[in-house]
């Protein structure tokens, strides 16, 4: 056995014992994928001690691995299943696509109702161009902002995830003071200032001595993950107004807030409308797709014809597989029903309820933790500093943001993995989403796998 092999499996935990136990078909693709992949993964979020389950098949609000283990999933596709796995009329709009052809290199009818479905939810947008993923999108949203504006300056706020390209990097989980991760150029880093989330005074006290220089502003109007660190409505609105008053633009990343929060995103829910917005996760119904969408006078900066009137270089954008025929059909089938269902409001009842139920556990075990979150999401706060509180009255708006995203690493990863024991799928900071697809009987489900999870934390002396 090799040491990567060697070290996923070298462990005194209980915990991860009987995770083995229940998982030898996951550990063998495990030690074989570790050959052949950085750890063994194709994204970072997947990254699991000591490895992570590989699934084989899913329904709703459930999905099985290879050794037959069925889990409640909170995972849900990065937050793109809001319908749960394998809709019936998504899937059939999927099935039909991929029999007409998956490729066409040419412009075709689906891309004109995505773009309507779009349109149709979401107040800001007049215009709608499409990317392969959410980070494109934001990349595509800063360029125009840039080339609409003539400015040079980018607006961001600790903590806040906008994909991975290079004006990204910092400020998401490290290098809060701004400095570029490796492989990303000084000037990159140098043209994007970091601001503190919520805070209106340092807000205005920045385009007060900068505000000229700035071409966007750019956020998760939630806030950071979701929620995990929220933002009072009225922030938003400040950033709108301070926006306007310095011509510079406001761009929300809705990759994930879009058609979650509400079906017209967290622009509807908050009454903000946005100069952009980028989309990603459900507005391709699960399939790899994500857009821009905003102004029309900022996204003519890609007409070939209104810049050629105007005397100016568009800016150019291929892409392969923009508005995929068959990812089409899955946005337009996945959008349609948001629009003319209630889906969105059973998910986030069901994430009311969920959270509900969890802090209920942690108030009956004594365990000083809480569950919390915004729409159809959730989050663990898992006091870092020891501090007394009440699961059943925990107000993320009284804690900073420091405490808010730390979590005790070691504790956070075996919660996960004894999550896993208990069948229960959460993402790596112990959150995540919920569908319409989830019921009661998986609240219940999930509450009675945290009462099990805790009890294996404290007879291993985790806590």
Not at 75 to 99: D, K, M, R, S, W
Not at 199 to 224: C, K, Y
Not at 269 to 288: C, E, Q, T
Request: glycine content about 10%.
């Amino acid at each position: 056995m090799d040491a990567v092999s060697e070290s996923r499996v070298a462990s005194n935990s209980g915990i991860v014992a009987q995770y083995r136990d229940r998982t030898p078909r996951s550990r063998a693709w495990a030690e074989e994928a570790a050959v052949l992949l950085p750890s063994g993964i194709a994204h970072d979020s997947r990254h699991v001690d000591p490895y992570g389950v590989y699934i084989d098949r899913a329904a709703g609000p459930h999905k099985w691995d290879v050794d037959g283990n069925r889990y409640v999933d909170f995972f849900g596709g990065h937050g793109a299943l809001i319908l749960g796995h394998c809709h019936p009329e998504v899937t059939a709009a999927v099935t039909n696509a991929l029999q007409r052809g998956t490729q066409f290199g040419a412009s075709h009818a689906g891309e004109i109702a995505w773009s309507r479905a779009i349109m149709r939810l979401v107040p800001s947008a007049e215009r709608v161009r499409f990317t392969s993923s959410g980070t494109e999108a934001t990349l595509m949203a800063l360029r125009l902002a840039r080339a609409h504006s003539g400015r040079a300056r980018m607006v961001r706020f600790k903590g806040h995830f906008h994909g991975w390209h290079d004006h990204m990097t910092s400020g998401y989980s490290n290098h809060f003071d701004g400095s570029p991760t490796p492989g990303v150029l000084d000037g990159v880093a140098d043209a994007v200032t970091l601001l503190s989330p919520g805070d209106v005074a340092e807000a205005r006290a920045f385009f007060a001595a900068q505000g000229g220089e700035v071409a966007a502003v750019i956020l998760e109007p939630t806030g950071s993950s979701f929620g995990q660190v929220p933002l009072r409505p009225e922030f938003l609105h400040e950033l709108r107004a301070l926006c306007d008053a310095h011509g510079a633009l406001l761009v929300f990343d809705e990759v994930v807030t879009g058609f979650r929060a509400t079906s017209g995103g967290a622009q509807a829910a908050y009454g903000v409308r946005p100069d952009l917005s980028s989309f990603a996760k459900i507005v391709a119904g699960g399939m790899p797709g994500a857009a821009v969408a905003g102004r029309k006078d900022i996204l003519d900066l890609l007409d070939f014809e209104v810049m050629a009137a105007a005397g100016r270089e568009k800016i150019g954008h291929p892409g392969t597989f923009n508005a995929n025929p068959v990812s089409a059909a899955a946005g337009v089938a996945c959008l349609g029903i948001l629009a003319e269902t209630d889906a969105n409001d059973v998910a986030t009842a069901t994430a009311v309820k969920l959270r509900r139920a969890l802090n209920e556990v942690l108030a009956e075990t004594g365990t000083p933790w809480a569950f919390y979150g915004t729409f159809s999401g959730f989050h663990t706060f898992m006091n870092p500093n020891g501090r007394t509180i009440d699961p059943l009255a925990f107000d993320p708006f009284e804690w900073s943001f420091d405490e808010l995203k730390s979590q005790p690493k070691h504790l956070a990863s075996r919660l996960r993995v004894a999550l896993l024991v208990h069948g229960v799928d959460t993402n790596g900071r112990i959150g995540g989403f919920t569908s319409a697809t989830h019921t009661d009987d998986d609240v219940a489900e999930t509450a009675a796998g945290l009462r099990g999870a805790i009890a294996m934390l404290r007879a291993e002396g985790e806590m």
